[in-house]
Each structure stands twice: as structure tokens, then as C-alpha cells.
């Protein structure tokens, strides 16, 4: 089994480097197929071990030392127990799927070999993520997907920036500075935590860090616990630091579909996951988590209602679960966030690659009031976002009913009565953006140029490719009580009170009924076509929502343009006009007193003789005054 | 092989001699063949070296005026030994990737020459000897700056002797006075290094003797606000002085303070880490403004060498084993990394002329390979984990964070800092589209710049999966030295302060 | 009587004439006179202070100058005498080539 391990965990890797030999030169099929390949192979090793795990119980291998200095040592050490197991399986599970779509969108692409080498390069930063036995061993793939993400988005880095009335000015290579950057705040956060955890308990082995975590004082727990949540906020895009996420989506759609679904921005939850020992310590910090997931629930909900960017409207989409993840994370409800999570990356991975689809079709055209009427000659496509949207939606029997629904039951049942009630809003306002979206593309008569695109369904192994996601977003619900059995072995088991089991239905009725009416009001709104309503789009609240409400001209203002100008400023008048003209001055007040004095040395003897006698004057004086002065003091 | 370090060091000594009767024509040849026996010689002394043995090893002694306790004494432990091996490599890629004309074997026989002093530092176990050492660095350098330099190289070059100089007559003056307390304690004269750990000194005197200390090794670190001679000898040195200057020459400093600070002055060393850790601090933040708002690439590494030095004097002032291990392995892979990047500019430089970051852009699609090096050694410079540089940095701060949690949040900004200007300089200079007709023809890495390259590339990385073989050996001496300063130390503070670790480990 | 005070004031009188001779005239030569009278300013001080005090040391050293002060003469006027043949005066004002 251990070898399993390392083939789950390697297979990627040997992938990315094999596609890197081919990284300079032409395209080259080759590169998709055999990382395509052993990505399935990964998959078939995490389905394996997944039954393993199942039936027998977690594995823990050690690979070998890495770091080591004073009492710390850190090993390579690998875990997969329910919870990394779950996430590997999903993980390479749709990055499989990925990869094979890869092969198709980035067809006529000059860098393909080296796109699929940082394609599996992530995944393998992703499963050191989840499968690591410790916390710095995380810490690795947390930065490794920083780096991946880093690459992947700034895939085009051709592109030259262009100034958005949004933004200050993006292209690919801007937003993936940004996510960097906005992603190392966080990391520092989490290194913070680590050290904290380290100089407490002398470990950063899980298990040993959650054996010994009890007894350490409350104020302590409660540190680790808030800067291991700002790591999470960073990699899950949390407000403030969510920026980042709606510009990633300058990379190719893949690439979004990647770190929406699998590999990055589920991070964040599954540390707050893996860390429920910590967490359960701190009600305090749980609860303040689950406030910022409701509030970025519907926070992000709010910006997709009015945006225009087809990819955009699925990035704050992927923001607003995420929050409804947190919430019920923070809640003590681990094993329903986990199973939102994965609810949640089929049916986003799903999104994207439709999204991706129109997008081929239309000739990279994003903005869905340039669109509609595809449903004619995109029917798969249709047919595979209908089907993710209405999931997202959280529609009966679909897989994102379950997961929704059960989170709103646990802020219910929690007596959190105001969370419940904003999520239950928002789960209206995401039926409404995802089927505003739906409509606006596919629906309406046709709002494009022929000349501009022709829209074609894409290739045949693409559209089949599609299908286990399309199927476990539809099915993956009826798995959620074998789903339960099997995380709560190692997570807390969560269990309803009495009184929420009573009146459970009336919540899911209460619940559907919000989102269907959500799908109705955009059908009445956008089901016949694009209506365009001057008077709304020039009205503040609608100005706000579509600028994101400002937050990215503000940071521009306030971190990005004073930093810039204090920098020049530390440079140009502290560095060099006084650090420096001090150093240059003591060297200048040498150099000119020897100038002056210079003028002693005329050359001629008569004047050096009075220098010399005023000399020997002087000292006659001194040895005068200093023999008075030591009489006097005798 | 007893006398191994003598002929580690006098080896380029006399090969440099021997250098002025070789053939113009055939000196890059020589000079490469020095550099590599002299690699090769260091590589065998990590062979020999017994990894278990935290103590001195290979310790040679003959004495040179007995009347004043002056002895040619030199040996290495875990801590010098590495850098030792780094300075070897650093010069071997130096000439490899050298790429001047004029005066040539001036050049080299000059770089041979300043290979014996680097390794004569880190050797020395005798406070004169590793003065001689430490000043005859000062001469080479002078030389080529001052001759192969750019438009300014005369005021850089003197700027840089005159500074560093000053400081280090402070430091001997500290020395000298050292000895003369040791006179008076013991009645005989001794300038051994490891005769002055053992005297025990009050913490009045030793308060003096730290700041003299320091201020000799501060300026050669530098450490803000002595730094200001750095950007200028760096702007105008030609690539291989900037390499050498940036890989060896500033470890002296932060060598010094492992090497004599700490086991000398334990006590005023732990009383004043606050004072350093401030303007560590602001190197650290600072510098890396500074270095944001650079124009000039080069000057962009400049500084951001001042920053990362920062994090390698906190990891020394953290006084915990995990703290001066990480220290010392940032100053090898800063070593590395920073002379990596400083090659790096030199080949745009010799193909462009220029530094200027807005002559360039999208160079990524001109120059993939250059772009690849350049992406790994940038990563690695920011500290990504599975580099090079994080395993020191992690370790730095993870050590300082025992003494101060919040000191370390605000040098742990580098992280952060490290990554704007790093990435802001990686994607004005090979994103966006090809906008100047000079770039659009350039050249790739020839054969001669990926033999500099590809080892460092490959250090970089191996030395980020499994830095053990390094670690452990660099750990070993440390603890002795925690240790040692545990015992030395007579404040209370200084007592707590000093951490022991139990820990004790081999490589396998 | 003629006390030790006299003899020093003398010396003290001679040493200023001197030293004013130093101080004021330009001809190398004057110069040269002037020194002299300066050194045996000091021999009398030494005379008459090992005279006082009965200690022959003060005598030797006199002595000592006397002979130090002929060889100097001997060695300077030399070197007047090769100054005069190759620029043809004595005057200081034109021997400034240390000018700095």
C-alpha cells in the first residue's frame, strides 16, 4: 500500500517533468497524453487507496528527514486517512478530467507542453497539500500551488496590461502577481501559526500537535487558531484578500477550472478541517469563521448579480460556497463542509468547462450580453451547465441540494439564526446569477456578429471527458449518509438536535422555495432575451455591485500607489539624500579640512619656522596650564 | 592529509604567482583549473571532515612571534566549512562565467588571490591572522572594481575600501584590547580565538568590546545605516566582483558575529539583541522598499541582498540552535542564490549594455532558458519551500520567534516584501509583449553561461529536497556553540535567554 | 652678585633675539646666525644650571651642542653654498617648490 502512496503522490510529478523536457520546443501531443495519463493513473491509486482506507483503515508513511535543526525535525512524511483521501480522490479525480479537456482547448496553443507541465505540477503541489503529515509539509504545497497558480494564470504573460475602468490595469502577468502576492500575506499568517505551534508543543506532526494541543492555554490555541484561519483566508480568497481570485480568471479556463474545483482555493477549508482539534477549542474563533464565511457568502453573491463576465460570475460563485463552507466549518461541522467541498468541485469544475466551451466558441468573447441563443448549436454544453447550474442552485435531487441544505440545517440548529438567514438569501441570489447567466448565453436570440464567431459544439472526446462530472454532480447527493459513515471516523460526528430533525422539511421546503424562485425571477428577467434597463445600470447600488464594490480601486489607492511612492521616496530622499549624504559628509568634512589646511604647506621655510613656533608655544602653554592645574588639585 | 587547510589556502596563492609567467592567451584555462582543484580540495575536506565531531577539526599551529602570542592557527568546524566549500564554488563559477578582455590575467590572477584571502577568514583561528585576512580581502576587490568598473568604479571602489576599512580598524582596536585584558587575567600573551572564549569577562567590558565589535562586522554585513557603500560597489563592479562581493565577501560579516560575538560576549549579545534586531528590521523592511523602487535591475539584487542579510542577522541573534543553524545555511544559500541572479544580470548585461528594467520586457518568449534560470533562482530568493532558500529563512525566523513573536511578524514582512519586488522586477523585465527591436534578436544562454548555471540551479534544488548533509554538521557546531554560551553566560538574562538544545543527530 | 636668574634671563633674551631672527629674516645665511644664537642660548641656560647645581652634566651636554652646532654649520653652509650656484640668492621667499 505504501507504494500506492507514493505512486498517487509522484505520478503527477514524473508527469510535470517529463512534459518540461518538452517545454522549449513545438507542441507535442505527447506531453497531454502521457501527463493526462498519469494523472489517471493517480486517480486510479486514490480510488484504490480510498477502498483501502474504507476497509482497512488510514496508512502513514515516512519518506525521509528534511529539516532539521535544534530539537525541530521535520520529515517527509505522508497521511491518508479519510479526509486526505477523500480530497485526493476528488483532486485527481478532476484534474484528470482536466488534463484530458486541456488537450482539447489548448489545441492551437504555442506553449501546450509547457501548460501541461505546470497543470500537473499543481496537482502535485495540491496532494503534498492534503496528504502531508505535518504542518510545514503543508506548508510546501500551500506555496507550491502559490507558484503553480502564479504560473498558470499568468500562462499568456505575452499579453500587455490593459487599462479596465475596474481595475487599474490588468493582463494575465498583473493578476498572477496579484494572487501571489495577496497569497503570501496569508502565508505569513499561517508561518506565524506554525512557529506558534512549534515553540508550544516542540512538534509539528499532526498527530502528536492534536494529542498535545488540549492542555496549552486558551490564549495560545486561540493564536494559532486565528493565524492558521488568515493562511485559509488567503488561499480561499476570503474578504479582504478575495481580489485576487475574480483577476486569476485571466488564465486560461482550464486553469480556473483547476483552481476552483481542486487545487487551490479549497485549501483554505481543508486546513480549517484538518485542524478540528484546534478549532474545537475555540468556539470563539469557529464563530467568527463562520461570520466571515456567511459574509463573503453573500458578499460575493451580490458582485456576481450584475457582472457581465461570463468567468467572473462563476469565480464570485466559487467565492460565495466557499463562504457557505466556512460557515459550516466554523460551525463544528466539519464533515458537511468537507462534503461541499466536494459536492462543490464537480459541479464548479463542471461550470468552467462549459464556461470554457462558450468561450472557445465565441471566440474568447466573455461577456454574456454579447452572447445569447446558444443552445441551438451548443446542446452538451447547454445541457452539462444546466445541469451544474442547477446543482449550484441547490435544486432537488442534485448533489448541491444535499450539501447546501445540510449547512443551512447546522446554522439553524446552532441557534445562528442571522447566518441561517443570510445564507438562505443568497442561496435565492446564486439561483438568480446562475441562471441569469444560463439564460443570457443560452437562451434569447442571437446577440453576436456572425462575423465575430462562429459557435461550434467542441470535440467529441471533450464533450465524453465531461460526463463522470456531470453524473456525480447529479448523483454525489444520494452518497451523503456512506459520505458521513466515513469522514466522521476521524472528524466530529455532527448530529442535529431533536428539535431541527423535526423540522427539517420545513427548512428544505423553505429552502427550495427560495431558490426556485430565484430560477423564476431570472427566467421572467432574462428567459426571453436580453433586456436592458439604463435607468438600474446607471443607479448606484448597481454601479457599486459592478465595480466590486470599489475594492480593488481602493487598494490600488491605498496599499499599491503609497507603498510605490514611500518606496521611492525611502530610496530617493531617505537613502540617498540622508543615509548616504551623512556618509558622503563625514568623507567631505575630512576631504575639506585637509583642503583648508593644505594652505599651512606654502612651501616656504620662514612660515613653517612660525608654524613651529606657534607650536612650541602652544605646548609651552599646555605643560604651563596643566602643571597649575595639577598644583591646584594638590 | 594534516595540513589540508594550508594548502587550501596558499594553494591560489602560489598558483596565482605562478599565473603571471602563463600565456595571456591560456590564463582563462588556468585560471578555471586552479578554481577547479581548489573546489575539488575543498569538496575532499567536507570528505575528511567527521561530521560528528562538533569541535575544531584539522587544526594546524605553528607559532610566529611567541613573545606576543601570535600563531598561525587555523581549522574549521561545522560552521566554517560550508562556506569555505561555497566560496570554492563561487570563484570556480566566477572565472567560468567570466566574460571581460581588457587585462585579463590581471583579472584572474587578482581573483585567485582574493580566493586565499575569503578562505583565510574562515579558516583563521587567530585574531591577527584573521585580521590579515580580513584586510587583504579589502586589496583584490579594490583592484577590481577600481579597473574594471563602470563609470564610477573609482569613487565606489574607494568608497568601499575607506568604509569597510574604518570599520575594521574599530574592530581591531576591540581585538587589541581583548588581548591586553587577556595579558592581564592570564600574564601571557595569546591572540588564539579559542584562548578568548575561555576568559570570562564582566559584562561592563564586554558591553564596549560587543559595540567594537560590531561595528567592524556591520559595516562589512552592512547593516543599515552602514549599507550605502553596497548599491555602489555593486552597481559598478563588473559581474564577477558582484557575484564574489554579494556570495563571500558579506558572509564575512555575518560569519564574524557566529565566529567572535556570540561565544566572546554572550552576555552583551543577548543584552542587545533588541537594539540589532531593530536595525535588522529595518534593513529588512526598508532595503526592501528601496529595493522596489529600483530602475536598475542589478541594483534591485543589491538591495535585496542588504534585505535577506537582515533575516541572517535576526536567525544569528535568536541565541537558539534552530535560529543560528537557519542563519547559517541562509548565508550559503544566499551565497548561491544572490550570485546566481548577479550572473543572471551580467549575461543581459553583456548582451544589452544596459540594466535598465524598462529597456526590456517579454524577454520570457525571446529568451526561454534565461527566463527558466532566472524564474528558479527569483523563487528560491523569495524562499519558496523545495529551495534553497526557504529551509534557511524558515529557520531564521522560526528561531527568533522564541525571542520576539513580534519582531518576527514584522521580519517575517520580508516574505512579503520579497515577492513584490522580486516579481515586479520578473515581470517588467520578461512579461508583457516585446516592445524594444534591441530585444527582439537576442540570444539565449550560450554553452559557457549554462556551465556556470545548471550547478547552481542544481544546488538550489537539492539542496531545498535534502538539505541534511548540510544541516547536520552546521547544527552540530552550533549546539556546541548554544551550549558553550549557556555555560559562559553570568547575566541571568543571558542565562534564559541562550537556549540548549538536547537533540544530538548524524548523517547517514 | 651675579645669581643663576641672570644668567637665564640672559639665555631667555639671547633665545628671543634668535628666535625673532628665525621668525623675521629671509636671507638663509641670517637664518643660519640666527639658529646659532638660539643654540647658545641654550648652552649658557645648561652652564649655568650645572654650575648651580654642581652637576657636570649639564657642562657636557653644552659641549655636546658645540660640536653638534660645528657640524651642522659645516653640513649647512654646503648646502648653501650648492643652493646660491643653482638658483643665485639665498632669499626663502623663492624656495617654494613644497608648496602643497
Known sequence: MENLVYIALFAPLVGSIFAAFYGMSPKNIITGIVTSALLFVSFVASAILLNHVMTVGPIHVRMMDWIMAGDMLIPFGFIVDQVSVTMMTMVTLISTIIHIYSNGYMEHDKGFNRFFSYLSLFVFSMLILVMSDNFLGLFIGWEGVGVCSWLLIGFWYHKPDVTRDINPSISPSWAANEAFIMNRIADLGMLVGIFLIYWNLGTLQYDEVFASVGPLENDLVFWIGITLFIGAMGKSAQFPLHTWLADAMEGPTPVSALIHAATMVTAGVYLVIRANPIYDLIPDVGYLIAVVGTFVAIFAASMALVNRDLKRIIAYSTLSQLGYMFAAAGLGAYWVALFHLVAHAFFKSLLFLGAGNVMHAMNDQLDIFKMGGLKKVMRWTYLYMGVASLTLAGIWPLAGFFSKDTILEVAFNEHTYGIWFILWITAGLTAFYSFRQVFLTFHGTQRYDDADAHPHEVQKYVLIALIPLATLAVIFGGFMDTFKTFTTTLLPAYEMSEHTHHIAWMLIAVTSAIAISGIIFAYLRYGKGLKRNEKLENSLPYRVLSNQYYIPILYDKVFSKPYASLSKFSWQVVDQRIVDATVDGIGGIIKSTGDNTRRMQTGNLSDYLKWMAAGALLLVAIAFLAFKLTQGAN | ?508 | ?100
Open chain 3, 1 to 100: 652678585m651675579i645669581g643663576l636668574s641672570h644668567y637665564l634671563i640672559l639665555s631667555a633674551i639671547l633665545f628671543s633675539i634668535g628666535l625673532v631672527g628665525v621668525l623675521r629674516r629671509r636671507n638663509l645665511l641670517m637664518l643660519f646666525f640666527a639658529t646659532e644664537i638660539m643654540l647658545n642660548a641654550a648652552n649658557i641656560a645648561f652652564a649655568a644650571i650645572s654650575s648651580h647645581y654642581n652637576d657636570l652634566s649639564g657642562q657636557m651636554f653644552a659641549f655636546f651642542i658645540v660640536a653638534v652646532a660645528a657640524s651642522e654649520v659645516a653640513v649647512g653652509l654646503g648646502l648653501l653654498i650648492v643652493l646660491h650656484k643653482k638658483y643665485g640668492t639665498l632669499d626663502l621667499d623663492n624656495f617654494t617648490v613644497m608648496k602643497g
Open chain 2, 1 to 508: 592529509m594534516e595540513n589540508i587547510l594550508s594548502i587550501l589556502v596558499f594553494f591560489p596563492l602560489v598558483a596565482g604567482l605562478l599565473g603571471f609567467l602563463v600565456d595571456k592567451n591560456s590564463i582563462r584555462v588556468y585560471g578555471i583549473a586552479v578554481a577547479s582543484i581548489e573546489f575539488i580540495l575543498s569538496l575532499w575536506l567536507w570528505m575528511l571532515f567527521d561530521t560528528s565531531n562538533a569541535g575544531f577539526q584539522f587544526v594546524e599551529m605553528i607559532p610566529l612571534v611567541p613573545d606576543f602570542g601570535i600563531s598561525y592557527y587555523v581549522a574549521v568546524d561545522g560552521i566554517s566549512l560550508f562556506i569555505i566549500i561555497m566560496a570554492t564554488l563561487m570563484t570556480l563559477i566566477g572565472i567560468i562565467a567570466l566574460n571581460i578582455e581588457k587585462n585579463i590575467k590581471n583579472l584572474i590572477i587578482t581573483l585567485l588571490f582574493l580566493e586565499v584571502a575569503m578562505i583565510g577568514v574562515f579558516v583563521s583561528l587567530d585574531a591577527i591572522i584573521f585580521y590579515l585576512f580580513w584586510e587583504f580581502s579589502l586589496v583584490p576587490m579594490l583592484y577590481i572594481i577600481g579597473a574594471w568598473g563602470g563609470e564610477r568604479r573609482i569613487y565606489a571602489a574607494v568608497k568601499f575600501f575607506l568604509y569597510t576599512f574604518a570599520g575594521s580598524l574599530i574592530m581591531l582596536i576591540g581585538m587589541l584590547y581583548v588581548a591586553y585584558v587577556y595579558h592581564s587575567v592570564s600574564g601571557a600573551w595569546s591572540f588564539a580565538i579559542t584562548d578568548w572564549y575561555a576568559l570570562v569577562l564582566p559584562f561592563e567590558v564586554e558591553k564596549y568590546l560587543f559595540w567594537a565589535f560590531f561595528i567592524g562586522f556591520a559595516i562589512k554585513v552592512p547593516m543599515f545605516p552602514f549599507h550605502t557603500w553596497l548599491p555602489y560597489a555593486h552597481g559598478q563592479a563588473p559581474t564577477v566582483g558582484s557575484v564574489i562581493l554579494a556570495a563571500v565577501l558579506l558572509k564575512m560579516g555575518t560569519y564574524g558575529f557566529v565566529r567572535f560575538s556570540l561565544p566572546m560576549f554572550p552576555d552583551a549579545s543577548v543584552a542587545y539583541i533588541m537594539p540589532v534586531a531593530i536595525l535588522a528590521l529595518i534593513m529588512i523592511i526598508y532595503t526592501a522598499m528601496v529595493a522596489y523602487a529600483q530602475e536598475d535591475m542589478k541594483q534591485v539584487i543589491a538591495y535585496s541582498s542588504v534585505s535577506h542579510m537582515g533575516v541572517i542577522i535576526i536567525g544569528t541573534f535568536a541565541m537558539n540552535a534552530e535560529g543560528i543553524t537557519g542563519s547559517i545555511f541562509l548565508m550559503l544559500s544566499h551565497g548561491i542564490v544572490s550570485g546566481a541572479l548577479f550572473l543572471l544580470v551580467g549575461s543581459i548585461y553583456d548582451r544589452r549594455h544596459t540594466k535598465l528594467m524598462s529597456e526590456f520586457g517579454g524577454l520570457a518568449s525571446v529568451m526561454p532558458k534565461y527566463a527558466l534560470i532566472y524564474g528558479i533562482m527569483l523563487m528560491a530568493s523569495v524562499g519558496l519551500p523545495l529551495t534553497i532558500g526557504f529551509v534557511g529563512e524558515y529557520l531564521s525566523l522560526v528561531g527568533f520567534f522564541k525571542v520576539s513573536p513580534t519582531l518576527t511578524v514584522l521580519a517575517g514582512t520580508s516574505i512579503i516584501l520579497g515577492a513584490v519586488y522580486m516579481l515586479t522586477l520578473y515581470k517588467r523585465t520578461f512579461f508583457g509583449p516585446v516592445t524594444n527591436d534591441a530585444n527582439k534578436k537576442l540570444m539565449d544562454l550560450d554553452g559557457k553561461e549554462l556551465t556556470a548555471l545548471v550547478p547552481l540551479v542544481a544546488i538550489v534544488i537539492w539542496l531545498g529536497i535534502y538539505p541534511k548533509p548540510v544541516l547536520v554538521p552546521i547544527d552540530n557546531s552550533v549546539k556546541a556553540l548554544t551550549s558553550f554560551m549557556h555555560e559562559k553566560a553570568h547575566t541571568p538574562k543571558a542565562k534564559a535567554t541562550i537556549l540548549v538544545s538536547k537533540t544530538t543527530r548524524e548523517v547517514k
